[in-house]
């Protein structure tokens, strides 16, 4: 048996007495008023149930691992603090397969099934995209953690909202300035054929033309690729950076026929971490890394200055300081993207507690109050960083990490500014109708 | 009572069930409900060329990816109307099966299907090469204010469960009524014995692209009334595994049936559901399921129901 029904708040005093009071207003209510009765029982004790539709299986499998226990973790130190308004939080998961039309399915079954306040936590963007229409016809609040610039970009609908984790279009924005100034202005691009790689070739490549930059090569890989020295050759000999982001289970072969290709010398290499996350850097064959640069969505490896939130938030997880499990130092997490789970899972609650949220006919007007959020300062709720809400686009902003390769670990060279990701409005989900 | 009678009796019985189940489940059975009959009319697509004509397609996927991007790209990029790209759909997979029975029926048996592969293959590919119009494997959302045929806005779940029995009932009788006809026998003769039926003066390679085109056709108005129903057009859709799904639909439910496509879906539909409330191996479950009912069910549900029960079962 899986844990598909996990319950994360443990038998305390205080749950118990819940338990007793509702009992007992269960059997008034059965006994004399029972519509009152089933009424008050509802919403006084009642889990606040979240719906999680987690990639289990399929490519996102990697992410979807992390997403979970770092879900449970953050739903146990919300519950251990006494809940959302008062009550218990109720993690319902099931696994969409990374795959849109389960996904679709799977928000169906969370808001006619199994009765969820919310659904939450889908990373693949396809999955999004293709669950987001049920989501905004069942006018269940879906609130994902996908980086796609999808949620921004007006293709959705008032009900989905990423507050937890930037997009890619801010993401490749805020790294131009650095990459120019610093490594160089001709950048060859290898990147996943298809519309995450796409994203990235788009809005880096206007980006870094802005900086007075160039791409001077767009090496697009087949997603079924499982041998990458045929496209190493397609990179121009003047090439003063190479730019990579790759996804899937070839991510680590890619890399490492990468360094065979070139050896010592190789240009500067700027990767985003999505390439290596869930692996360990100190692999054999990745040595080549060595001084090269990577964005990441929150420093895998604890900082000389690591903040107390950051300390808090390890720790809940259960991750050491390299970024892997306490458990297994083998078993590496998905730390540039996971820490969206948590900072989601509070924005949530913010939402439901600023508007009074008792029930599913609530929704709309806790979608109003996460609208309303702007400022989500650094704590042990957003251990990322300070973060910047536009209810408008329902999408949040937030500082970026560059990090060089030191010693087979990564060293945080440069934080950027939340400004550095800002970039215009292309919707305003507030005018739509609920 | 005639044995015909019987069989259209039984098929609009079960229309009828379908019909008044609208009124009594639950809202998530009664979505799930309105997706299988979906799907299930893409199986019963894919039953006409393998169940009754002995086609086996490895490629079906290109036909409801045609669909579903016939529809949703003429309505994104042309402005067509829901009801004009549903029609614009339909008009794709036609096209599409046309020229792949062609080319494909040129091979038999093996090549046949190696042959249907490629060619989904590269209808797959070619949805995610010009990703700038399909956004590639991410796909896109056709707008709920979009999805209004005849001011009845299909998004509406009452609206979306008649629209998708109405598609159901219309492709289920359709294929009872071929099978019925004298040009649904030649199909059966072709299947079990295809020289014999050339021997006997038939058009076989006439008989064998027509039955494609019906079969490519029906999945392609599956897919578009899919990308219509459920607000979602990705490339996902072209990939083999939906190719691999009506196969194991129409092998689960009874190879040509006409209701073992239904019977199939239903099944496939739920087993993977409530097997993924249990276990993260639900799909390895689902495999041994199958293994076992192609070794003691082989002929499938409605075949074994044939065999053991309703003989005129067609």
Avoid at chain 1, 378 to 407: M, R
């Amino acid at each position: 048996m899986t844990d598909n029904k996990q319950k994360t708040n443990l038998t305390t005093r205080r749950g118990a007495l819940k338990k007793i009071a509702a009992g007992t207003g269960a059997i008034i209510g059965a006994t004399s008023m029972p519509l009152l009765g089933r009424y008050s029982q509802a919403h006084s004790s009642e889990p606040i149930r979240i719906g999680f539709q987690v990639h289990r299986t399929g490519i996102g499998a990697a992410y979807g691992r992390w997403y979970d226990r770092t879900t449970m973790a953050v739903a146990k130190v919300i519950n251990d603090a006494g809940g959302i308004n008062g009550r218990p939080v109720e993690i319902i998961t099931e696994d969409d397969g990374t795959d849109p039309k389960r996904g679709a399915e799977i928000v169906e079954k969370f808001a006619t099934k199994h009765k969820c306040d919310v659904a939450y936590g889908t990373l693949f963007s396809h999955v999004v995209i293709g669950s987001a229409p049920r989501a905004g016809e069942l006018k269940i609040p879906y609130f994902v953690v996908s980086e796609g610039h999808h949620v921004a970009s007006g293709m959705l609908n008032r009900y989905t909202l990423q507050p937890g984790i930037t997009d890619v279009k801010s993401q490749v924005q805020a790294m131009a300035p650095f990459v120019s100034a610093n490594l160089g202005k001709k950048v060859a691009m290898i990147f996943p054929d298809f519309a995450f790689g796409h994203n990235h070739r788009d809005y880096f490549s206007e980006a870094i033309e802005k900086q007075g930059g160039k791409v001077v090569a767009k090496i697009a890989i087949p997603p079924t690729e499982t041998s990458f020295t045929k496209y190493f050759p397609k990179i121009p000999r003047d090439t003063d950076v190479i730019y990579h982001v790759m996804v899937g289970p070839a991510v680590l072969t890619f890399v490492k026929e990468m360094g065979e290709f070139y050896g010592p010398n190789a240009p500067q290499i700027f990767g985003f971490i999505d390439s290596l996350e869930a692996v360990d850097l100190a692999s054999p064959g990745l040595e080549f890394l060595e001084g090269t640069y990577f964005w990441e969505g929150n420093p895998r490896y604890a900082q000389k200055d690591q903040s107390e939130y950051d300390k808090f938030y390890r720790k809940a997880i259960g991750i050491d300081a390299n970024g892997a499990s306490i458990s297994d130092s083998k078993d590496v997490s998905t730390y540039a993207h996971m820490f969206g789970c948590w900072e989601t899972m509070f924005t949530i609650k913010d939402a439901m507690e600023a508007s009074g949220y008792q029930s599913p006919k609530d929704r709309a007007k806790m979608i109003e109050a996460a609208e309303a959020i702007t400022t989500m300062a650094a704590s042990n709720e957003h251990p990322q960083g300070d973060k910047l809400f536009n209810g408008k686009t329902h999408q949040v902003f937030g500082k970026q990490y560059i990090s060089k390769v030191n010693g087979q670990k990564l060293e945080v060279v440069h934080t950027t500014s939340i400004e550095d990701g800002f970039y215009p409005d292309e919707t305003d989900y507030t005018k739509k109708p609920f | 009572m005639s044995k015909g009678a019987k069989q259209w009796g039984l098929h609009l019985g079960i229309i009828a069930l379908l019909f008044v189940l609208q009124f009594i489940l639950p809202a998530y059975h009664h979505g799930n409900l309105a997706r299988i009959m979906v799907l299930a009319t893409f199986a019963i697509g894919y039953n006409i060329a393998f169940g009754y004509t002995g086609l086996l397609s490895l490629g079906h996927a290109m036909f409801f990816a045609a669909g579903m991007y016939g529809l949703a790209l003429t309505m994104k990029f042309l402005g067509f109307s829901a009801a004009t790209g549903l029609l614009a759909g339909i008009v794709s997979a036609f096209v599409l099966s046309l020229a792949v029975g062609l080319l494909a029926l040129r091979t038999i048996g093996v090549a046949f299907m190696i042959v249907t592969l490629m060619f989904a293959q590269s209808v797959y590919l070619s949805i995610l090469y010009f990703g700038k119009y399909t956004r590639g494997d991410e796909g896109f959302v056709i707008q709920q204010a979009d999805r209004v045929i005849a001011g009845i806005d299909l998004s509406n779940p009452v609206n979306r469960y008649f629209a998708a029995l109405v598609l159901l009932s219309f492709c289920l009788l359709v294929s009872l009524k071929l099978i019925q006809a004298p040009f649904g026998r030649v199909l059966i003769a072709i299947r079990e014995n295809e020289e014999r039926t050339k021997m006997l003066g038939y058009d076989v390679f006439r008989h064998k692209l027509a039955s494609l085109m019906i079969s490519g056709t029906i999945s392609g108005a599956a897919g578009a009334a899919y990308g219509l129903l459920f607000g979602y057009a990705g490339a996902s859709f072209a990939t083999v595994q939906y190719s691999i799904f009506p196969l194991l639909w129409v092998l689960l439910g009874g190879a040509g049936t006409i209701i073992g496509p239904l019977a199939g879906t239903l099944f496939m539909f739920y087993l993977i559901d409530l097997l993924s409330e249990i276990t993260s191996a639900y799909m390895l479950i689902a495999g041994v399921v199958l293994v076992l009912l192609t070794l003691f069910a082989r002929q499938g549900i409605m075949g074994e129901v044939r065999k053991r029960v309703i003989r005129w079962l067609p």
